[in-house]
């Protein structure tokens, strides 16, 4: 999940600027694992990513303590092309108040091919973001 209430994604996305995702709890992702970007307030997902390092605790964050690094394989560069969460068989209410949530095997497969239709496939830069 990115971008909040308060903060939302702006509509056109950078796709080099998505490097790291935050939690607030220790994220149980590891190193190799795909994950789907969710924009909140837009209800619309807009990348597949991959895990690309362990997460890191800072202490002296109170929210938002936990980061991982992430490199993005597909993006949808304009949020109002995006996907809506709901075509994926992801219903808005189940991702209230979490950083992210484990999907089925169905909903990861169905949210990831609705992102490669409405985005674009990125270059593999070789670059770690994380080191």
Request: glycine share 8%; aromatic share 8%; net charge negative.
């Amino acid at each position: 999940m990115r971008g909040r209430g308060e903060r939302p994604l702006h509509r056109d996305v950078d796709a080099d600027a998505i490097a790291y995702h935050g939690s607030s709890k220790r994220p149980s992702l590891a190193p190799g694992e795909s994950a789907i970007l969710y924009a909140s307030v837009w209800q619309a997902i807009f990348g597949v990513v991959e895990v690309i390092g362990e997460p890191e605790h800072d202490p002296a964050k109170a929210r938002w303590a936990w980061r991982f690094p992430i490199r993005p394989l597909v993006v949808v560069q304009d949020l109002e092309r995006a996907p809506a969460v709901e075509e994926a068989g992801i219903f808005p209410q189940s991702l209230w108040r979490h950083s992210y949530i484990r999907l089925t095997n169905e909903q990861f497969d169905s949210a990831h091919a609705l992102v490669e239709r409405a985005g674009r496939l990125l270059p593999s830069s070789g670059s770690d973001p994380a080191g």
